[in-house]
């Protein structure tokens, strides 16, 4: 099988955008059902208010107990705007999450910080939650195993998630694959003096609120989507779903993106709502899921979700150059 790495999706030549879109299952407004009655994948705008809820109803799911979005950071996702107007734009789909989720629920939100533009939209970010209706949990940051090498400042090697909550959400603590080394710190518990090893639940450490355990997809691992931009991966979004809701509930994702959100709740036994802007990161999306379906896979490490059409449309200009000839 020939490997057709693809480029950027969310920047790519409209020529280029053209070879996919004849593939895709959903336009603008359009949903796709899981036949197995699971989870629902719709294309269209978070913003819109009713088309969100429209897609919560097709599905008839139970209120969601968490929601996971990884929207465009303004930075060098699609196109930037002005801040104001980035803002504003996560203003609107922030409040279709609040009134989507259950009276308890959690929301984990990505965002970035442009060091080159004074830090922004972080910061702005975090001053419009604080006048939203929801709850600051925690600030989590994600160590990138692979920086971006510069001379002239630190490496970036971090992502940002913020926590929040609505309401009292449940939290189940989680245990990284990191062993449990550190010891002789002793604490009177119950008037015994113990030491830090005998009050532990697991030989590996918790995560904290930095994450340095988790792996950057690249090109070499099974779970990569090729042409998805900055797909997060799946072990912290694992993490995320096990910690703050349990099988059986509802997840929401507004940003649908390489499929990651679905993936997970595949395969920790949730129901995932989620959706994309972008036809073809809606059909990647429901792609990824009939591919860990069909063959167990997590993406497509030497491939990509439209190999067989790429390979299909080479197959068939190869055969009319050799008649021509």
């Not at 922030?94 to 984990?108: K, M, P, Q, R, T």
Request: one cysteine or more.
């Amino acid at each position: 099988m020939k490997r057709f790495p693809l480029p950027r999706l969310d920047t790519a030549e409209k020529s280029i955008r053209a070879n996919f879109l004849p593939y895709c299952r959903l336009k603008p407004g359009e949903y796709w059902s899981d036949p197995e009655k699971k989870h629902l994948v719709g294309c269209g705008d978070a913003t819109n208010s009713d088309l969100t809820t429209e897609l919560y109803r097709a599905g008839e799911f139970a209120p969601p107990t968490l929601a996971v979005h990884d929207p465009p950071y303004n930075l060098v996702m699609e196109k930037k705007s002005s801040v104001t107007a980035f803002i504003n734009w996560c203003r609107l789909w922030v409040n279709s999450s609040f009134e989507l989720l259950a009276d308890n629920a959690a929301l984990y939100i990505w965002m970035g910080a442009d060091q080159n533009d004074h830090f922004q939209p972080l910061g702005q970010f975090l001053q419009m939650m604080a006048e939203s209706q929801f709850d600051s949990r925690s600030f989590v940051t994600m160590r990138n195993q692979r920086g971006y090498g510069t001379q002239k400042n630190w490496m970036a090697v971090r992502q940002e998630l913020i926590s929040y909550s609505k309401g009292n959400p449940k939290f189940e603590v989680q245990y990284t694959d990191i062993p449990r080394l550190l010891s002789g710190y002793f604490k009177e518990v119950a008037g015994a003096r113990t030491e830090n090893g005998e009050r532990s639940r697991s030989e590996t450490i918790r995560p904290g609120n930095v994450w340095v355990d988790i792996q950057q997809v690249f090109y070499r691992m099974e779970e990569n989507v090729s042409g998805c931009y900055a797909q997060k991966p799946l072990k912290a979004i694992e993490r995320i779903v096990e910690s703050s809701s349990v099988m059986g509930e509802t997840v929401l994702d507004f940003f649908s993106h390489s499929g990651t959100t679905l993936l997970a709740c595949e395969r920790l036994g949730r129901r995932c709502l989620t959706l994309d802007l972008d036809p073809i990161f809606a059909e990647i999306t429901i792609r990824r899921l009939e591919n860990y379906r069909n063959n167990g896979k997590l993406g497509w490490q030497a491939s990509n979700p439209f190999q067989q059409e790429l390979e299909a449309v080479e197959s068939k200009a190869l055969l009319s150059a050799t008649v021509e000839r």
